[in-house]
């Protein structure tokens, strides 16, 4: 009888974004030459839970090679709005049941490849239960501390850069000024990224604390092009001395007063999630299910994949990137302002 390889499970958890489907073909495709088999979990945490689990073998050749370039998860993804346990102790059931689960598939560990929301809820589980976990960062947010990079990062920015291009074109023709949102929780690494790439006018993000007398100053020198193109970051919830609420609408108000010209808003929305991933994220996603397979092979208990500015992969533990601080790309904010993007930065 054939002795059957270690398996590890895999499941995508919080929201989706590019490249999530090439780090799993990925998986499926090297965790052979590593020793492994790979059983992919559907839907996170739910798909363990289920009775029977959801899961499938990932071999190499499970998937169509055109997955490599589709947005989404093909296993499926649970975010913020799937109801938590309320108290410790269904916290603690709903651990041992995924527990029992992970014995009864003989699973040696499991891949997570999330965001910091699933990082703080694997490292719970772990501690709890000692089940190796090996974690893939990712987020279109790109603010997972301790790693320069999170999966699905370059594939919204340029999705965001081709969205902010055409509404040049529209922008110009009616000399307006165009407010758009672009996503990110509680940071502005995409706002600013998506904003550098497209050379707009302006980019308000919570980090740098935005004046909006030197922002609308820093506007005013522009006001000899046909538009103005302003990124606002989602997570940025106020503007001193502008009434609060719903923020786009008072900001497009001011604007349009102070700089004398039309002004519309548009959220970029989730086209930023859906978007195929770039080549630059397919490299990535490959790199990181390589390293999170020679993680599992050195033995790793509980580690994440880290991207330093560099792009050498690394790595840290769960309970280290947990808490490790976020901080937007200082090169970025160094460019945007010599770039003469208005940026209303005070400190
Ligand atoms: O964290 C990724 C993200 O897309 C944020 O940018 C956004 O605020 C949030 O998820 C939206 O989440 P949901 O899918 O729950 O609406």
């Known amino acids: 009888m054939t002795k059957r390889l ?11 974004c590019p490249g999530l489907n090439a780090a799993l073909a990925a998986l499926g495709k090297m965790a052979p030459s590593f020793g492994y088999e790979i059983l992919a979990i559907r839907g996170g945490a739910a798909g363990l839970l289920a009775v029977p689990p959801d899961v499938f073998p990932l071999m190499p050749d499970t998937l169509p090679d055109t997955v490599i370039g589709q947005g989404g998860s ?13 108290t410790e102790e269904a916290a603690l059931a709903l651990q041992d049941a995924m527990n029992r689960a992970v014995h009864q598939l003989g699973l040696a560990g499991v891949i997570v490849i999330g965001g910091d929301g699933s990082f703080r809820i694997a490292h719970a589980w772990h501690q709890h239960s000692g089940i190796p976990i090996i974690g893939i960062p990712k987020t279109i947010d790109g603010d997972v501390g301790g790693t320069h990079y999170t999966l699905g990062f370059d594939s919204a920015t340029a999705e965001n850069v081709r969205g902010l291009s055409l509404l040049r074109a529209t922008a110009d023709s009616h000399h307006r000024i165009m407010l ?11 706002a600013l990224s998506s904003g550098l790439a497209a050379m707009v006018d302006g980019i ?9 007398d030197m922002f609308c100053a820093q506007l005013d020198t522009k006001q000899h092009q046909k538009s103005l193109i302003v990124v606002v970051a ?4 106020s503007l001193p001395g502008l009434p609060g609420g719903r923020l786009m609408e008072t900001l497009a108000d001011h604007l349009q007063t102070r700089l004398n010209r039309p002004a519309r808003t548009m959220v970029m929305g989730y086209l930023q999630r859906g978007a195929p991933p770039t080549a630059f994220e397919r490299q990535r996603a490959i790199q990181m299910a390589h390293a999170a397979l020679s993680l599992a092979k050195a033995g790793a ?47």
């Open 6 to 16: 270690p398996i590890l499970g895999v499941m995508t958890t919080g929201g989706d």
């Open 204 to 212: 308000l993000i919570p980090e740098c604390h935005p004046d909006m």
């Open 301 to 347: 208990k509980q580690a994440v994949v880290t991207v330093d500015q560099h792009g050498n992969m690394g790595h840290m533990n769960l309970n280290t990137i947990i808490t490790a601080p976020v901080s937007v790309n200082p090169d970025h904010l160094i460019l945007a302002q010599a770039m003469g993007i208005a940026l209303g930065r005070t400190r």
């Open 234 to 237: 989602e997570g940025l919830q």
């Open 74 to 86: 093909i296993l499926g993804s649970i975010n913020a709005d799937t109801p938590k346990p309320e």
């Open 180 to 190: 758009v949102e672009v996503m990110g929780r509680a940071h502005g690494h995409l």
